[in-house]
């Protein structure tokens, strides 16, 4: 935010001027001299950045835990650099920190090459690093995460806030932190087991990061491809956990007995065998209650 607009008496020739980037916004940075004389049309930020931006002020992160939010005092826009958006302020245990926020593309998904640009733009200053996203690239894990002492965020926006209505709203469960899964991957006379340890949990009001107490509690379902071509996910393999009982919804919904047998073979968390992939990759994909899902993947 620039506090001071003005930077030159009405009196005297200017001898400084704000400067611009490539898309003739102001930077923030004040330069030398007069400005160039020359044509100049600013290009404002994509529509939904503002209106996300404008929400997240509203709605803060959720992880999956009720009472634990990362809420922003001050929410504004950045204008230092293209990737990094906005700059908010938080408290973390008391202590005021500094969050940087990336907005991924509208239509489409965020990759790693984004995460990376914009680590660098605000590692020098930002105490966090927020990335929003409606989907995010299987790259995008734990290797492009972790980027020394910025803490990275993955935050999946809401499908709602593509509805005008969503956006004057501003509340719910807009932007939500799923935490990456702990997956083990087992091999043995040719054959491979996935098994589902549980999920690596931030914790946004004490800045740490903690493993899930019970699987069943934090993952509604898990999936398997067992011969990932890097394209399409191919369900293969289809597990569900969570649920007191997990068989009283089935029969409501079927409105018939289930077999407790065959259901106890899809209620797991370590997979079935099976053969070594022919594209030399697999994929798990973890779903949380939400709906927000995270998604690894092994070479073999």
Not at 11 to 28: K, M, Q, V
Not at 109 to 131: F, I, Q, Y
Request: some cysteine; proline content about 6%.
């Amino acid at each position: 935010m620039i506090d001071t607009r003005i930077l030159n008496s009405p009196f005297a020739e200017p001898s400084r001027h704000w400067e611009l980037d490539e898309n003739g916004i102001p930077t923030g940075t004040p330069a030398s001299g007069r400005r160039r004389s020359e044509f100049i049309v600013p290009v404002p930020p994509p529509k939904h950045k503002v209106k996300a931006q404008a929400n997240l002020q509203k709605a803060g992160v959720q992880n999956t835990k009720k009472d634990e939010r990362l809420t922003f005092a001050t929410l504004r826009p950045w204008p230092g650099g293209s990737r990094v958006s906005a700059e908010g302020e938080y408290e973390e245990a008391g202590v005021k920190k500094r969050a940087a926020i990336v907005i991924g593309p509208e239509y489409g998904t965020v990759g790693p090459d984004l995460v990376r640009e914009a680590a660098r733009e605000c590692r020098d200053w930002a105490d966090a690093m927020v990335v929003c996203g409606f989907a995010f690239d299987p790259q995008v894990g734990d290797s492009t995460m972790n980027l020394g002492r910025l803490v990275v965020l993955k935050a999946r926006m809401s499908q709602e806030l593509r509805a005008a209505e969503a956006y004057k709203a501003g509340g719910g469960n807009l932007f939500v932190v799923f935490g990456e899964p702990d997956i083990a991957l087992d091999q043995a006379d040719g054959a491979c087991v996935v098994r589902l340890k549980g999920v690596d949990i931030f914790d946004p009001t004490t800045g740490e990061v903690r493993s899930s107490g019970r699987v069943e509690d934090d993952v509604a379902c898990w999936f398997v491809d067992t011969d990932y071509d890097g394209d399409s996910f191919f369900v293969r393999h289809a597990y569900f956990l969570g649920g007191k009982d997990p068989f009283e919804k089935l029969k409501t919904a079927l409105k018939a007995e289930v077999d407790e047998d065959a259901w106890a073979s899809l209620y797991r968390t370590e997979s079935r065998h099976f053969a070594k992939p022919k594209s030399g990759r697999i994929a798990v994909k973890v779903m949380n209650h939400y709906g927000d899902e995270a998604m690894r993947v092994f070479k073999i």
